[in-house]
C-alpha cells in the first residue's frame, strides 16, 4: 500500500479503537487467514474468582489459608483469585517459595512441603470430581502436601471461574465469517478449554501448552497461503505475538504483550479484530 493508504488505515484504525504500532501489520491483516487466540484474559475478561473449595484433608478455611500464602508471592491471575478468596486474615509465612511457569507454586508453610497447581503437575488428570469441576469450565488447582515429588496428601480443590468478555462469542462469529480459522491456545487443561472454547463458539483448540511452547504453536499453525495473526494478553505471551505475522495485544494487557504487538484493542474487545481484517481489506487492499 502507499504511504497514502497506510496514513488512512492508521486513522481509521484509531477510530475503530485500534492502537497502530506498525503500519505494515495493519496492511498485512488483510491476508491473515488463521487467527490464534490465548484464553484467560483475551478471551475472557482475566479476572477469575474462585468459585469452589473442596476440602479433602483440611478444612476449608485452612486449605484458603495455606492456598494464599503460597499464592501471596505469586503474580499468576489464579494467585490474585486464591489470595482475594482467603481475604484480610494474616498469613503464615512461607519459606523456600518456587513457582514453576505454566505449573504451579511450592513452598514450605509450619514445615510442611506444600505445591498448589494443577492437576497435570500431580498426575491427576482423570480426577473425576476435578473432571466435573473442569466441564463447567472452572480451572481446578490442587493444594498437596508433598513428600519429595508424590502428593502424600491432597488437601484440597480450589476451582476458578474467568468469565468469557462479553463480546467474544460474537467476535469470533465475525471472523468466521470473515473466513478466518480461530483457535484457541491455553496452558489449562482440555476440558476446561474445551468449556470455554464452546462457550465461545470455538471448535479448535490447543490445551496444555507450556509457556515456551506457545511460539511454537503459532509456528506450527503457519502455512504457504494464510498468514498467522496471534492475540495475546499476558507476559507469557510475548514469544508468540513476535512468532506470529501479525499481532494485537489487549489493552488491559500486560506492557510486555503490548510492547510485543503489531495492534493493540483499546477497548479489550475482540471484535477489534474483525474490524482491522475488514479496515485492511477494505482502505489498503485496494491501493496496491
Ligand atoms: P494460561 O495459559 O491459562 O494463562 P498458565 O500457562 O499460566 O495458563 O498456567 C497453566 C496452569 O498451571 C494453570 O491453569 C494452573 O493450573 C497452573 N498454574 C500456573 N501458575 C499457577 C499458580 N500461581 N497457582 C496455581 N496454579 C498455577
Ligand atoms: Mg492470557
Known sequence: ATPTAIMVGTGQGARAGILVRNAEALERAQKIGVLALDKTGTLTCGQPQVTDVVPMACKREEALRLAAALEHQSEHPLARAVVAAHGDGELPPVTDFRALAGHGVSGEVDSRVLRLGSPAWF???DDAAIAELQSAGKTVVVLAEM????????????????ALRPTSRQAVAQLRAQGIRVVMLTGDNVATAAAIAAQAGIDEFRAGILPGDKAAAINALKSADALVAMVGDG????PALAAADVSFAIGAGSDTAIEAADLTLIRNDLRGVADAIALSRATLGKIR
Request: hydrophobic letters at 50%.
Open 123 to 125: 498426575g491427576l488428570d
Open 147 to 162: 513428600n519429595g515429588e508424590t502428593p502424600a496428601s491432597v488437601l484440597a480443590l480450589i476451582a476458578i471461574a474467568d
Open 235 to 238: 507476559v507469557n505471551d510475548a
